[in-house]
């Protein structure tokens, strides 16, 4: 699976993004697309996941009510809309895929593919 991330960008605080994520290879419907952030000098952070199927999505708590994670699995991509952005969200988001749906949504370990990632760098 490869994954090729987009749509990241240069906007003001209070502005929204949508972030894509485009795969190539084959998906299955156990498998899991999440969304991952990583600003400089700091660990990267898990922001949002869905299952392949759609059935089950996830939110990183400081950020419920501000992102939703969608995929459509006939083009092949994921999204993760992210509303009132603040300054704090700068940083390279990632997307990623988990091929077993096993294990804790929330680490970046579990995910076995990754994407080059898209920088998003809010002004205040």
């Known amino acids: 699976v490869q994954l090729q991330a987009s749509g990241g960008g240069l906007v003001q605080a209070g502005g929204s993004l949508t972030l894509s994520c485009a795969a190539s290879?084959?998906?299955?419907?156990?498998?899991?697309i999440g969304w991952f952030r990583q600003a400089p000098g700091l660990e990267r952070e898990f922001v949002a996941a869905?299952?392949?199927?759609?059935?089950?999505?996830f939110y990183a708590e400081s950020m419920k009510g501000r992102v939703t994670i969608s995929r459509n699995s006939v083009k092949k991509t994921g999204s993760l809309q992210i509303l009132s952005l603040k300054p704090e969200d700068t940083a390279v988001y990632y997307c990623?895929?988990?091929?077993?749906?096993?294990?804790?949504?929330?680490?970046?370990?579990?995910?076995?593919?990754w994407g080059q990632g898209t920088q998003v760098t809010v002004s205040s």
């Open positions: 869905i299952r392949w199927d759609g059935k089950h999505s």
């Open positions: 290879g084959r998906l299955f419907a156990s498998n899991r």
């Open positions: 990623a895929v988990d091929k077993d749906y096993g294990g804790d949504y929330r680490f970046a370990a579990n995910y076995d593919y």
